[in-house]
């Protein structure tokens, strides 16, 4: 059930209530999809708590504060990346140009509107500048960078993002 919700409610937050105070019905309900787990019997302050937890974390996504790609959260107000258990601070341009695609995913955004929108400059013609970002975001992000299946490659125009 958890795993239909994800799909057709990927932005929803969900928490899975369950009876069983065992550990491997928990941990199936998050690896189905669920944001948090609550055992039977829970008060109700808590599960109130551990909604409140959940919509901050949501707010935040929703603000744009906070971008997933794949395994990557990407913290746009503290420049950090979080992926596969490791964290790392990104540059200024890494995190607008993450933002530009992110506000544009699933579209693809030229190499000249990355240079004006991100970097502040018009066009440049011999510009290696986004290609070398990208395959700085492709090593971070991507679990193969070489084969990237989040942020894509649109010869002849730019690049798009894909979730």
């Known amino acids: 059930m958890c795993q239909r919700l994800?799909?057709?409610?990927?932005?929803?937050?969900?928490?899975v209530l369950t009876a069983k105070?065992?550990?491997p019905a928990e941990i199936h309900g998050l690896d189905s999809g669920a944001d948090d787990s609550v055992t039977k019997p829970f008060?109700?302050?808590?599960?109130t708590a551990r909604l409140r937890a959940l919509f901050r974390r949501t707010d935040a996504r929703q603000d744009g504060q906070i971008i997933v790609i794949g395994d990557a959260t990407i913290n746009?107000?503290?420049?950090?990346?979080?992926?596969?258990?490791?964290e790392e601070m990104l540059t200024f341009y890494e995190v607008e140009l993450l933002r530009l695609l992110h506000e544009r995913r699933g579209?693809?955004?030229?190499?000249d509107e990355i240079l004006k929108k991100v970097w502040g400059i018009e066009k440049s013609g011999?510009?290696?500048?986004i290609d070398n970002f990208i395959v700085k975001l492709r090593?971070?992000?991507?679990?193969?960078?070489?084969?990237p299946v989040y942020i894509l490659t649109v010869y002849g125009h730019g690049y798009k993002l894909v979730r």
């Open 76 to 86: 746009v107000a503290t420049h950090t990346l979080s992926c596969r258990g490791q």
């Open 43 to 47: 008060s109700v302050g808590e599960l």
């Open 6 to 15: 994800s799909v057709l409610a990927a932005e929803d937050p969900t928490i």
């Open 21 to 23: 105070s065992q550990a």
């Open 126 to 129: 011999t510009s290696r500048t």
């Open 139 to 147: 090593k971070k992000i991507e679990r193969r960078p070489n084969e």
């Open 107 to 111: 579209e693809p955004v030229s190499r």
